[in-house]
């Protein structure tokens, strides 16, 4: 399969018109002294999507690689998170996450869990909508959001989350969850989109491997690509990296899709957003 160029990789438009490259690099559990390097790796491999968070403690690390590239800022989208410890600064934790990614502005903020214990989501959001108004950040989202909290977000707010960025991987699809955001207009984004690479054995995946001589990621990714998912998967191994943006050359038919589909067990990896309550995240 030939190695895509960041031109190649489609984009989402969301709902506020902003485009979005479909499938991006996560960077959670890259340790922060090699984030520059990964992230380099990445650059180099292609990506110009990026997904990090004030809770992974790298975005220094994202800010060093994105400085060092010399890519121009308008072919970038850069993605972080609202801490769930935070929710109560969210004006200061946003000037610290743009700071520390030496940003004048940034692509994607997120909420990064609801944590409905705390009460405190709809106020933290208002907080975004004014960075979203003065144009620090071009569109504002949501992380970990079930339907019930989505709901309360919309009946207090002004503006409608572009982005629900949810675990979905094929043994874990939160099909009803994801069918509910789009029917409100706000794109589906997976995290863990390989299952942290458990799901890359499964047999379905690994005979459309054969099938295609392609690898099983590649399948996985090519999955949730055929469903206009945005994707954002993680590898420290620039090979994988580039294997993994290589799932852009290959289509799945439906019928392909389906027996991937079929794999859904209901086996979530991370934590239960209606109850997950940390504060260092
Ligand atoms: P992924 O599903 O992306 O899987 C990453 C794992 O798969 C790593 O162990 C990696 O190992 C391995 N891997 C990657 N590519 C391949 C390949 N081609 N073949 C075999 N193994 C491979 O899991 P993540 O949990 O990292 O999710 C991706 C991103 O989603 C995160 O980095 C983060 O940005 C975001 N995320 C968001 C969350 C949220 O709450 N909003 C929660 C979790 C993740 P190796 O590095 O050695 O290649």
Same mark, same amino acid.
């Given at each position: 399969m030939s190695q895509p160029t960041e031109n190649t990789v489609p984009t989402v438009t969301l709902n506020n018109g902003v485009e979005i490259p479909q499938l991006g690099f996560g960077v959670f559990q890259i340790p922060p002294a090699e984030t520059q390097r990964v992230v380099e790796d990445a650059l180099e491999a292609g990506y110009r999507h990026i997904d990090t968070a004030a809770a992974y403690r790298n975005e220094?690390?994202?800010?060093?690689?994105?400085?060092?590239?010399?890519?121009?800022?308008?072919?970038?989208?850069?993605?972080?998170?609202?801490?769930?410890?935070?929710?109560g600064e969210a004006s200061d934790a946003f000037n610290r996450s743009r700071d520390a990614l030496g940003l004048d502005y940034l692509d994607l903020y997120l909420i990064h869990w609801p944590v409905p214990s705390q009460g405190l989501f709809t106020g933290a959001w208002k907080e975004m909508e004014k960075f979203y108004a003065d144009k620090s950040i071009r569109a504002i989202g949501v992380s970990n959001f079930l339907s019930d909290h989505l709901d309360t977000?919309?009946?207090?707010?002004?503006?409608?989350?572009?982005?629900?960025?949810?675990?979905?991987?094929?043994?874990?699809?939160?099909?009803?969850?994801a069918a509910n955001n789009r029917s409100l207009g706000i794109a589906v984004e997976a995290y863990s989109p390989l299952g942290q690479?458990? @799901?890359? #054995?499964?047999?379905?995946?690994?005979?459309? !491997?054969?099938?295609?001589?392609? +690898? *099983? /990621?590649? =399948?996985?990714?090519?999955?949730?690509?055929?469903?206009?998912?945005?994707?954002?998967?993680?590898?420290? @191994?620039? #090979?994988?990296?580039?294997?993994?943006?290589? !799932?852009?050359?290959?289509?799945? +038919? *439906? /019928?392909? =899709?389906?027996?991937?589909?079929?794999?859904?067990?209901?086996?979530?990896?991370?934590?239960?957003?209606?109850?997950?309550?940390?504060?260092?995240?």
């Open positions: 220094a690390g994202v800010g060093a690689a994105l400085a060092a590239s010399g890519i121009r800022r308008e072919e970038l989208f850069i993605t972080t998170k609202l801490r769930n410890g935070e929710q977000l919309l009946a207090a707010s002004e503006i409608v989350p572009a982005v629900n960025q949810i675990e979905i991987h094929p043994t874990f699809q939160q099909q009803d969850l690479g458990a @799901d890359l #054995t499964a047999a379905p995946v690994e005979a459309l !491997a054969g099938k295609y001589g392609a +690898t *099983p /990621a590649q =399948v996985v990714l090519a999955w949730h690509l055929a469903q206009g998912t945005i994707v954002i998967p993680k590898s420290s @191994d620039s #090979t994988r990296m580039r294997e993994n943006l290589a !799932a852009v050359s290959l289509t799945l +038919t *439906p /019928a392909e =899709v389906d027996e991937v589909s079929a794999l859904e067990s209901g086996g979530r990896i991370g934590a239960d957003p209606a109850v997950a309550a940390f504060t260092q995240m």
